[in-house]
C-alpha cells in the first residue's frame, strides 16, 4: 500500500508539472483553435530565464532556507515569468498573428518552425552572454535550500519538497487562474472571446489584446513548471520542452482541450497514470523506459473513446 | 410559372405511381436545453416539389441537417425509399439524398468541372490501384465523368463555364453550380436549402424554371425558402415550420391562408394556443 | 525596399538613364579582364590581368545580359514589332542589374573575408562593383513594363523541345558544377549566379513559356528529366564523393515526396513521418544478412522492400484510424507523439526492456551492400569506360524509387481520388456532404505515404550499412516538413528543389551546419508568413494562401485553361 501512496504522490506531483504546462495549451486552444507547439519551448525559456535571474542574482548558494524559499525562489520564478511571457508575446505578434486568417495548416508549420527556432536559439546563444555556461549540454539547475533535496516522511511515504512545491505551485496558480478567468474583466472577455471571437469583437471587446493574455497566462505558468522542473531534476537543457510539451498537451486533449480545469485534471491524471504504470505493468514493459510510451498510447486511447476528453473540450469538430 | 405546368408534371409523374420516397416520423432534435427540431414528420413523394417554409430560427436547415446525416436525431427516425437513413453523409448520399448549402459551400478553388465532378465521387469505383497505373476503368470513368459532368453543367445552364473557378463565377451562377454538383451524385431527392437567397426576381425565375426541370427528369424536390411567392409558385405542396414544430402542411392555397402561419409570420397581438408570448416571438415576423 | 520614383523624372531622364545603365554593365564586363582579387586563395583565382576566371566568366553573362536588355529596345517600338510586347524590357534589365549587383557584392565579400580585408579586393572588383552600383541606379529609372508575354508565342514543337532539351542539359551540367565545388565561397557565389539568371529568365518570361512547352510535351521532359538524372554519374569521372551527397539528397527527396501526398495533397500535418521510413529501415535491416541482425530469415530484397512498406503503411493505419475521424489539429500532435513512441520502442527493444528486435540504442550495424540481379551495389563498375562507385550504384535505384513515387503522386493526384483530396482540403464537411468518403481517403493517403517512406526506408538500410534509434529522430520529421514547406506544397518539383536545398546547403557549406537547424527554423516562420505556397507553387495551394487575391484567381484560371490540364484529364498522369 504505500508503495501505492508512493507512487500516488510521485504521480501527482509530475502530474502538476504537465498541468501547469498544458494550461497554456489549452487556453491559447480555446481562442485562437491553434495548437502552439512552441509552448514547450517556452517551458523551456522559463527554466534558463530562471537560471539567469539566478546568475544575475551573483549565484547565491549559501542563503538560509527561508530566506531561500521567501526571496531567491519568488525572484527566480519573476525573472523566468519575464522570460517567457516576453517571449510568448513576441512569437505571438510575429509569427502567429499575421497567420490568423491563413488556412490552418499554415499556423501549425509557423508553430514548428518556432518551436525548432527558439530550441536552436538558446541551444547556439545562451553560452554567449558572458559567464553563462553554455547550452549546448544539460545545466545544473541551483538549488535551492529548504527545497532541493528536502524530504518529508508520512508514514511509509517519502515525500520530496520539490514536489510538494511543485504541488503548491499548482494550487495557487489554478486559485489565481479561477479568480483571472471568472473575476476580472480580462478574464471573462477571454471566456467571452473563446465562445465567439466574432461577437466579442462586436462587443466592443479587443480580441488582440485577449489573445495576448492567454498567451501571457499560458507563458506566465510554463515558466513556474519550468522551475520546478529544474527543482525536480536538478538540471535543465533546450531540449527539455520537447517531451515536456508533448505530455503536456496530452493532458490538455485528456482533459478536454480548451477547458482549464480539464487541463489540470488531465495534467494529474496523466501523471499519476504514468507513475502507476511504471510500478503495476508487470514485465519487462513496466520498466521506466516505456512509461512514454504508455502516456502517448493513452492519448491515442482518449482520442478513439472520448475525444472530448474527461471534462469536454469546448470545441472538437467544427461543424 | 402557371399552375397548368404543374398539373402536367404531376399527372406525368402520376403516370408510375408516385412512391413513398422521403418518410420523416417524429423527428425531434435537442441541443442541450434547446429544442430545435419537435416532432416533426414530413413525406415527400416521388416526383413531387414540397416547400419548407417558416421565419428565422424555426429550424428549418436544423431539420435538413438530420435528413441529411449532419445530425443524428435526438429522437425519430427518417426513411428514405422504405430504409431507415444511415448515419452519414455520404452514406446518405449514396442511398440518392442530395443537398446544397444555405450559404454556398462549393470548393471554390477547383473549377466548376472539378465541383460537379466531386458530386460524382460516390457514384464511381476507380480505386488507387486503377488510378495508379492507369487501368481501364480509371480511363472509362474519368470520360465518362467528365462527359457526365458538361453535360449537368449544360443541364443546369452553365456551358462554357467548365475552366473558370467556382469563386470567379457569378452569385447566381454559384448557386446552379451546387445544384448541378447535387444532381452529380445521382439523386432521386433533392434538398435545396434557400435556392434563391440573394438572388434577382430575373435570377429567381430562371431558377424556378430550373427546379422544374429538375422535377421532370422524375426528382422530388424539398426547397427550403422564404421567398412566398416563389414557393407557393413551385410547391405541390408546402409544410411551414415554426419554432421547432409543423404548424401547416398542405397544398400552396391552405397553408398560404393559413391565420397561425400568418401569424407566425407577420405576428399577432393576440395570444394563441399555439404561441406563448415572450422574448423572440416577434423575432421571425421582424426578419421574414 | 521598394524605390518609388515619380513618372515625371523618369520619362524625362530615360535616355541618359539608359546610357548610365549601358556604362555599368560595360564597367561590369571590362572589370572580368581586371583583377579582382589580390591574392589567388580567395574564390578562384582571380588575380590575372586580361584572362578572366571561370567565375568572372560566369557572371559576365549577367551584365552583358543587361547591355543588351537596354540596347535593344533602342532600335525602336516600330523595328522591334512583336517583341515590344513580349518581353518585359526594362524590368527584366532591372532584375539583371540588381542580380549582378548581388553577385559581385557576394565576390568582393568573400575575398575581403576569406583574405582578411577589403585592402585584399583589386581594382576589377571595385570597378565591377561601381559598375553595378551605376546599373542598379539607371535602371531604377526605367519604367516598368508591362508582364511578359512571351508564354503566348506560338512556337514549333521541335523549339519547345529543344527548349526542354537545353533546360535538362543545363540542369545537369549545373548540377555537376555545383557539386564539384570545394569552398563554400565558389559555391556561394556560383550560387548566386544562378539565382541571378533564374530571376532574370523568370522575368524574361521563358519560365512561362517553358511551363506551357512542358505542357504540350509532359511526357518528352519526363523522360529527359530521367535522362538526364540517370546520365549524372557519367560527368563525375568516376568520383563517387559527389555522388555520395546526391544519392542523400534523392532519399531525402523521396521521403520528402511521399510527405508531400499527405501534407500537399490532403493538407494533413505528419509530424512523425519520419517514423515510417524508420520502420522500413528496421524491417530492412532485422531481415538482412546482418550479422546483428535479429530475424535470421533473410528474403530476396524485392520480397524485403514490399515487406517493409507493408509494415510502415500498417503503422500508419494504426495511428491514421483513430485519429482521422477526429479533427486534423489532432492529427500534427498525435504523429508527433507515435513518432516519440517508435524512436523509443526501437530504443527498447533491446533485449533488456523488451524482447531484442533492434539491438537498442547500437541498432544494427554490418547491412550488407544490396546485390540485385547479380548486380553488387557495393562494387565499382566500369560503364562507358567510367567508374560508376557504389554511391552511384545507390543514386540509381533511388532514381528509380523517386520515378516510383512520382508516378504513384501524379496519378493519384489527377485521379477521382485526388479530386477527392482537393475537396477535403477546401471544405471537408461539404465534401462529406457530396458523398466522398473522407475519412478513407484520408486514411489511404496517410497509410499510403507511409508505405513509400517504408520502400525509401529499406533502401536507406543498406545505404547507411548500420540502422540505429538515433537517425530517426522528430527534427528529421521537421527537417523533411521543411523541404516540403519550402519546395512548394503539392507539387513534384517544388519539393525536389526543396530537398535538394535543404541537403546540398549544408553539405556545401560547412561553416553553416551548427545553424542549420535554426535557419530551418526560421525559413518555416518566414516562408509561412510570405510565400506559403513555396518556391515552386501549386497554382490551387497558392489560391488557398491568398485567398483574398482575386487577381491572383484570374490568374491561375487563365493559366489553367492554356495548360488544358483538365481538359483532356488523362493529360495530366503517366501511362505505365
Known sequence: MDLFFQQLINGLSLGSLYALIAVGYTVVYGIVQLINFAHGEIFMIGAFGAYATWMVMGQPTDWSAPLSILVLLPVMIIGGIIASVAVALLTERWAYRPLRNAPRLAPLITAIGVSVFLQEFVRLFYGYIPGFPDAKSAIPFPSVPGISGETIQVGGVLIQMTAVFTLAALVVCWVFLWYYVNRTKTGRAMVATSQDPDTARLMGINVDKVIMAAFAVGAALAAIAGVAHGLRYGNIDFKMGFLAGLKAFTAAVLGGIGNINGAVVGGLVLGVAEAMATTFIPGQFGSSAWKDVWAFVLLILVLVFRPQGLLGAKVVDRA | ?288 | MRVVIPDELKIRFRYPARALGITGGVLMLVSILLPWAYAPEALDDMTFYGAPSPLQLFFAVLPLLLILLLAIPLVGKQRLGKGAKVVAWNTTAKTASIMSLIVVAVAVAAIAIGLGGLVNVDPGGWLALVGGIMAVAATLFLPDSPEPTLYRVKSPKWLQILGIVVLMALLLFGAAYILGFEDADDFLMFAAFVVGMVMVLRQFGVFGWLGIAAAANNRILVLSAFVVAFAFPFTQNGSDANMSVASQVLIFAATALGLNIVVGLVGLLDLGYIAFLGAGAFTAAVLSESAFATIKWSPPFIVTVLIAGTVASLLGLLIGAPTLRVSGDYLAIVTLAFGEIFRITMNNLDGNDGPNLTNGSNGIPGIPDLNLFGFDFGKAHVILGIDIGRFANYYWLMLVVIALIIVVFTNLNHSRIGRGWVAIREDELAAEAMGVNTFALKLLAFAGGAFLAGVAGSVKAHYDVSVTPDQYVFLESAFLLAAVVLGGMGTVMGVLVGATILKLLPEKLRFFSDYRLLLFGLLMVIMMRFRPEGIVPDERRQLEFHDTDEELAEEVEEELTSHHAHLYPEAGGFVL
Open chain 2, 1 to 288: 410559372m402557371s399552375s397548368d405546368t404543374i398539373t402536367q408534371a404531376v399527372s406525368a409523374a402520376a403516370g408510375g405511381g408516385p412512391e413513398l420516397l422521403l418518410d420523416a416520423r417524429n423527428v425531434t432534435m435537442q441541443f442541450g436545453g434547446l429544442r430545435a427540431v419537435n416532432d416533426v414528420s414530413l413525406q415527400v413523394h416521388t416526383g413531387e416539389i414540397v416547400g419548407l417554409i417558416g421565419p428565422n430560427g424555426a429550424g428549418k436547415t436544423t431539420f435538413f441537417n438530420c435528413l441529411t446525416g449532419l445530425y443524428k436525431p435526438t429522437s425519430g427516425t427518417v426513411f428514405f425509399a422504405g430504409e431507415p437513413l444511415p448515419p452519414q453523409p455520404r452514406l446518405v448520399v449514396r442511398t440518392g439524398m442530395a443537398r446544397t448549402f444555405q450559404n454556398i459551400r462549393l470548393f471554390h478553388n477547383m473549377t466548376a468541372l472539378e465541383n460537379v465532378m466531386v458530386g460524382m465521387y460516390c457514384r464511381t469505383k476507380t480505386n488507387a490501384i486503377d488510378a495508379v497505373f492507369r487501368l481501364p476503368r480509371h480511363r472509362h470513368e474519368e470520360l465518362a465523368s467528365t462527359e457526365r459532368a458538361r453535360e449537368l453543367l449544360a443541364f443546369v445552364g452553365l456551358s462554357g463555364t467548365e475552366n473558370q473557378l467556382s469563386r470567379n463565377l457569378p452569385y447566381g451562377d454559384q448557386r446552379r453550380l451546387e445544384i448541378a454538383r447535387a444532381l452529380a451524385t445521382d439523386p432521386r431527392l433533392l434538398l435545396l436549402d434557400e435556392p434563391t437567397a440573394g438572388m434577382n426576381p430575373q435570377e429567381t425565375r430562371q431558377a424556378e424554371e430550373l427546379i422544374f426541370k429538375i422535377r421532370d427528369l422524375g426528382l422530388a424536390v424539398l426547397v427550403i425558402e422564404h421567398d412566398m411567392r416563389f414557393i407557393f409558385n413551385l410547391c405541390d405542396r408546402v409544410a411551414c415550420l415554426v419554432r421547432g414544430e409543423v404548424l401547416v402542411e398542405g397544398v400552396g392555397d391552405v397553408v398560404q391562408n393559413d391565420p397561425r402561419v400568418i401569424e407566425a409570420y407577420i405576428g399577432s397581438p393576440q395570444t394563441t394556443p399555439y404561441e406563448q408570448p415572450g422574448p423572440g416571438s416577434g423575432k421571425g415576423a421582424s426578419d421574414a
